[in-house]
């Protein structure tokens, strides 16, 4: 069945670093793909998607492209903030499969000023 | 505030008791969710529901029961609680945009 991998973590960054989570996925048709956060204590939020092969998804700051010949979906920012510290997952979304989706492991991020 | 409102935030069970998690949402969306999160293991999905009168199960059904008692509410229940079902559920609604989840329930069957 489908399925996506995310790299362990936790990621520990100092401010202004480069961040980058790798997210690779296995898929039979053409799903959508996602990545969510969670802050402490709260809920998943979507951060951004892609929908087809090449597509960028981006939202404050953070970056997604969708990569068919890798299939991959690796996030990236520039220049963290502490701000940023939080767990971030990545998902597909079953093809034809009444929009359920299916999330990787998760990797916390931790900001040191 | 438009979203997804989960009941209770937290909960304490003893083994062989029975709950039901409450979840409501005002987003005018056909589709909800019920998945649970462990360390280590991201969001497994328990059950979903496509639309009003539908549920099907999803990776890790067995122990749960739900409800989709209308478009706006979906509850999940425990008919007699083990430790292994102690985790933060999280309820979601959602269509072709992505999901809204609500902020969660953390249950510990003790």
């Known amino acids: 069945g489908d399925s996506v991998t995310q790299m362990e973590g936790p990621v520990t960054l100092s401010e202004e670093a480069f961040l980058t989570i790798n997210c690779t996925y296995t898929?039979?048709?053409?799903?959508?793909l996602f990545w969510y956060v969670q802050y402490p204590g709260e809920g998943l939020q979507l951060l951004l998607k892609?929908?087809?092969?090449?597509d960028k998804g981006s939202n404050k700051g953070f970056e997604a492209t969708y990569r068919k010949e890798t299939t991959s979906f690796h996030l990236e920012k520039g220049s963290v903030q502490v701000s940023d510290s939080a767990v971030y997952f990545c998902a597909l979304s079953e093809t034809g499969g009444y929009n359920k989706l299916i999330f990787g492991a998760g990797t916390r991020l931790a900001v040191h000023p | 505030n438009a979203g997804v409102t989960q009941t209770p935030k937290f909960q304490v069970l003893k083994t062989g008791q029975s709950m039901t998690l409450q979840c409501a949402q005002d987003?005018?969306?056909?589709?909800m969710y019920w998945y649970r999160q462990d360390p280590g293991m991201g969001l497994r999905l328990i059950y979903y529901?496509?639309?009003?009168?539908?549920?099907d199960k999803g990776e890790v059904p067995n122990g749960y029961n739900v409800s989709r008692l209308n478009k706006r509410e979906f509850s999940l229940r425990l008919e007699s609680a083990a430790p292994s079902q102690t985790s933060v559920y999280f309820c979601?609604?959602?269509?072709?945009?992505?999901?809204?989840f609500g902020s969660g329930t953390r249950l510990t069957v003790v």
């Open positions: 529901s496509a639309s009003e009168g539908t549920t």
């Open positions: 898929a039979t048709g053409y799903p959508s």
């Open positions: 987003m005018n969306h056909n589709s």
């Open positions: 979601a609604s959602g269509d072709n945009y992505g999901y809204t």
């Open positions: 892609a929908t087809k092969a090449d």
